[in-house]
């Protein structure tokens, strides 16, 4: 267990030892009244009474300690990590009795009861093993058969052996698809270890190389096109008229 982990245990057993005292201090006075004549029985009653109210009033409490144990049996997550809960992305401050507090990427800090917590499904980002990117390249359908062949290439030659590459996630580039304004390829990739900005720092690496070398070549990326076509009612092509000269609109 490494020291996040003890903290946290900490954090989460120490009411165990102040209820453990609690409950052998009230079994020590009940004895007491119990020798010098007291109605044991009544004060029990009066006990259960009294228990059953403060249970009733402090469900949720309970229903958070409960949940916190369960975090800690369980350990989807310690301090330090960055998590993704209940549309929260950040990272883990605290892990109390109640509650988990959590570090917002945008500053913020928010609370989640431990309750909550033990019933949703966390993505524990902090434990990733790699960060893959998968990203589309899209060039123009006059590109000839040759040219896509090339482009293909080019991306391979970039990311050969490239670094932060493991041999067990080899890169992949395919020509994969006809898009409707464009030829796609498709680029996947991973960077280990799981350096955010580093992996930042390296796709912006690739996508200069990529655009050079593209560009040497003559290979054009695509954008967006829409063609219109006018036709009056009997399917024929509209003609229309500027400064009064006939044009086939298109």
Not at 98 to 120: F, I, Y
Not at 189 to 194: C, E, I, S, T, V
Request: proline share 5%; hydrophobic share 45%; glycine share 8%.
């Amino acid at each position: 267990m490494d020291k996040m982990d003890q903290e946290s245990t900490i954090v989460l057993l120490r009411p165990v030892k102040n209820v453990s005292k609690v409950v052998i201090v009230i079994f020590a006075v009940i004895l007491w009244l119990d020798n010098i004549g007291f109605d044991v029985g009544a004060i029990l009653a009066g006990l259960g009474v009294g228990g059953l109210a403060v249970a009733l009033a402090a469900q949720d409490t309970l229903k958070n300690f409960l949940g916190s144990i369960m975090i800690l049996l369980d350990r989807p997550y310690h301090v330090g990590q960055r998590i993704v809960v209940k549309g929260h992305d950040g990272v883990v401050e605290e892990i109390g009795l109640r509650s988990t507090k959590m570090r917002l990427l945008t500053g913020h800090q928010t609370t989640v009861p431990n309750e909550e917590m033990a019933k949703e499904d966390i993505e524990n980002i902090g434990r990733r093993p790699h960060i893959r990117r998968l990203t589309n390249i899209a060039i123009t359908y006059d590109t000839p058969p040759d040219k896509v062949e090339k482009a293909l290439k080019i991306i391979r030659d970039i990311l050969d052996d490239h670094e932060g590459m493991d041999p067990e996630f080899p890169l992949r580039v395919y020509f994969n698809e006809f898009n409707p304004a464009s030829l796609n390829i498709l680029v996947l990739y991973w960077y280990h270890p799981p350096d955010y900005w580093g992996f930042l720092a390296f796709n912006g690496r690739v996508n200069l190389q990529i655009m050079q070398e593209f560009k040497k070549e003559g290979i054009k990326f695509a954008f967006p096109t829409t063609t219109t076509f006018l036709t009056q009612e009997d399917g024929e092509p509209l003609h229309i008229s500027l400064g009064g000269e006939a044009q086939l609109a298109s």
